[in-house]
């Protein structure tokens, strides 16, 4: 199959790291980049030997030689680049979250709708092994009915900027309309969403805090406004529940991994944390009635699924199902779809912390404005 030719837009951290994916790819060939730091766009494109440097991403858009555009900007820059790009005519792969706010990431999703192409979201936590084994033993009923989830994600003193790493445009609304929840958060939620088959979001409850000391320079720097711990509590239309915590910042050891529960079993999913690290995906169960506690040997089963299954290296890491995707090779994982419910859900515990109640999914779908930061 011919290689697909992509166009990134910001070189920063994630930038190259994308950059750095794109580069074990066969069938991706990085063409150009776009940024409005010209220096740094030239560096990275030299780091990665890329031929043409652009600092405006509309001249970008105008190569009919580009199949597709990665959008690596912050978070309120996601839905202006990505729905031009659409309407240039790109397939779009664009990081998470899908946008800084809900009504945002609606119009992404109604562009790629009306010029027909495909729209990607950066959730790499959908490709893991733990995500797939755990999918296989809900497709096969070893759960039985789902009924609650847990969503956790932990770090003890990990806040971008003001403990040491990344930049302060993470700390600010006005870049990246949230803080943990948006940050981290996005990918635990998701990763559960996709294992309870996306249900429609009902109601949330949730709360957000800032209460640990930081660094008054950087604070004053970065302008902090945004939640270093998100709780919430969720329900569904389907009846199925979620709970749960994502913490930059938090005096504690470290979270359990997230889990799913279900009438005949249930699955826990490794927790990583910069204190530990749990790499096992557990399975309990009831047999002959004895509770049975199953750890699942991931890395066995990667490989003889790689070797049986159809299109396996499709689903490697989310850069590998995208390039695969525009191929034609796979259908494309709703991840856009994923990604807005994963939205609404985080909106919907800012507008209940701000409103002391639960709130229903018409009531956030109703408050939800846009953040976008015109380019």
């Not at 562009?111 to 296989?136: S, V």
């Not at 309990?284 to 750890?295: F, G, P």
């Not at 995208?322 to 507008?351: D, F, H, K």
Request: proline fraction near 2%.
């Amino acid at each position: 199959m011919s290689k697909i030719r992509i166009g990134i837009v910001g070189v920063g951290l994630i930038g190259q790291t994308h950059l750095s994916n794109y580069a074990k790819i066969q069938d991706a060939e990085v063409v150009a980049v776009c940024d409005i730091n010209e220096q740094a766009a030239q560096a990275v494109a030299s780091q990665f030997g890329i031929p043409d440097v652009y600092t405006d991403f509309r001249e970008l858009l105008k190569r009919d030689d580009i199949d597709a555009i990665d959008v690596c900007l912050h978070n309120n820059f996601h839905a202006p680049v990505t729905n031009e790009a659409l309407k240039a005519g790109k397939h779009v792969y664009c990081e998470k979250p899908i946008a800084g706010t809900y009504y945002d990431g609606v119009t992404m999703l109604e562009t790629a709708k009306e010029t027909g192409n495909m729209l990607h979201i950066q959730l790499n936590t959908l490709y893991k092994k733990e995500t797939k084994a755990a999918k296989a033993l809900i497709d096969e009923g070893s759960l039985g009915k789902l009924y609650h989830a847990r969503s956790t994600g932990f770090r003890r003193r990990g806040r971008p900027f003001v403990d040491g790493y990344g930049t302060k445009f993470f700390n600010r609304k006005e870049t990246a309309a949230g803080g943990a929840l948006l940050d981290m958060g996005v990918y635990h939620i998701a990763q559960i969403l996709y294992l309870l088959g996306v249900p429609t979001l009902k109601s949330v409850s949730g709360k957000v805090y800032q209460e640990m000391d930081m660094d008054a320079a950087r604070r004053e720097e970065s302008q902090f406004d945004v939640e270093e711990l998100g709780l919430g509590f969720v329900r569904f239309e389907e009846g199925v529940t979620l709970d749960l915590i994502e913490a930059w910042s938090v005096h504690m050891g470290g979270f359990e991994g997230s889990s799913v529960l279900g009438s005949k079993g249930g699955v826990r999913l490794p927790s990583y944390s910069s204190i530990s690290q749990t790499s096992a995906l557990t399975f309990h169960t009831t047999v002959a009635d004895m509770d049975l506690d199953s750890t699942v040997n991931l890395d066995d089963m990667d490989l003889r699924w790689g070797r049986l299954k159809p299109d396996y290296d499709a689903y490697a890491s989310s850069q590998q199902h995208w390039i695969a995707a525009i191929q034609g090779r796979v259908p494309l994982l709703p991840t856009a779809e994923i990604a807005l419910q994963t939205m609404l859900i985080s909106e919907g515990v800012y507008l209940s912390d701000r409103l002391g109640r639960e709130v229903t999914a018409e009531e956030i779908i109703a408050h939800s404005q846009s953040t976008n930061v015109l380019v």
